[in-house]
């Protein structure tokens, strides 16, 4: 069994790199989730802070704990949905600090770049993201408000089968205010690749919670589609056995040989900043390759080891670890 692990989604960050606008619905969000509820405007200066890292210190430490090689950052560009506020850092400056980012930590860091193919020059940024040494794809949010199947664009997809990039692409319906996730169901991912048939597609979160047998059906036939499973470790912490049944059904249904681990952690001072809850999800996924109470396993060895880091190697061409 490889003992090699690349977390293929996670976040690192500044509460001050994402748009106000963006942070303000977040506030929002937050304000409304118990009673009494609160003021945004009391929690705003709140928002995302806890969850920064901003040189990456926290997440490099966390690698080392637990035993992971790397780790791929989806980039997502909010910089239109967050537009209604304050002032922005553009999406092409926020795609260099990445770059400067993953420079600083070589080797343990990568990043698709975040996209939305509505700004004016959006055909010259992804230009200049494609040009970073340590983008790997381009990770694209349609719940921020656009069609992945509009002809406006149709060049992005091309853009990317021609340079053999992968998309990253949200497939769940967690989002809430202000996005619009009926744009990302996996249902409109299945229909983009009938179009593009070669592009490479990671369904982003594989459609958790309410997506997830959707995603699996739409990854279906398509050679170049895997299903990421950042955010499973919620359903896993609760309910191991459907976890695993989950599993060994995209294992037979798409191959393991399509499945890509990955986290969603946005690590900072208040989210996982010692790995513990990475470390016991990587636990949790080593443990498919055993059996459990009366289970037999869900993966061989080999399996597992294209889970946890092989298939994320193929997919964001990370050479570094072939």
Known sequence: MSDLVIDAHLHVWDATWLPE??????????????????????ILAHVAVGQ???????????FDSVG???????????????????????????????????????????????????????????EQAAAHPHCRGFKLYPAAGWDLRDPAHAWLFEALVERELPAVVHTSPLGGDPLQVVRCRPAEVGALLATYPTLRVSFAHAGIEAWWSEALDCA?????????????????????????RRVRAMRTQ?????????????????????GRELARFVTMVRDL????????????????????????????????FA
């Open 220 to 244: 279906t036939g398509w050679q170049h589609a895997y299903l990421e499973l950042s955010l499973w470790q919620r359903l896993a912490a609760v309910d191991y056995p459907e976890f695993r």
């Open 21 to 42: 606008g963006l942070r303000r619905a977040w506030a929002r969000q937050g304000a409304g989730r118990r009673l009494p509820e609160r003021h945004p405007e009391d």
């Open 289 to 320: 390759a055993a059996p459990h109470d009366g289970d037999p396993p869900v993966l061989s060895d080999e399996e597992l080891g294209l889970f946890l880091a092989g298939n994320a190697i193929r997919l964001f061409n990370l050479k570094e």
């Open 52 to 62: 920064s890292d901003p040189d990456a210190g926290l997440t490099v430490a966390a």
């Open 254 to 274: 798409i191959g393991a040989h399509r499945l890509v681990f990955g986290s969603d952690i946005c690590r900072g001072p208040r989210e996982d900043a010692d």
């Open 68 to 126: 992971v090689a790397a780790g791929l950052i989806p980039v997502v560009d909010w910089t239109i949905v967050g537009a209604p506020a304050g002032e922005h850092l553009p999406i092409g400056a926020l795609n260099a600090r990445y770059e400067q980012l993953c420079a600083r930590n070589e080797r343990r860091l990568y990043f698709a770049a975040g996209l939305d193919p509505r700004h004016p020059d959006a055909r010259a940024l992804f």
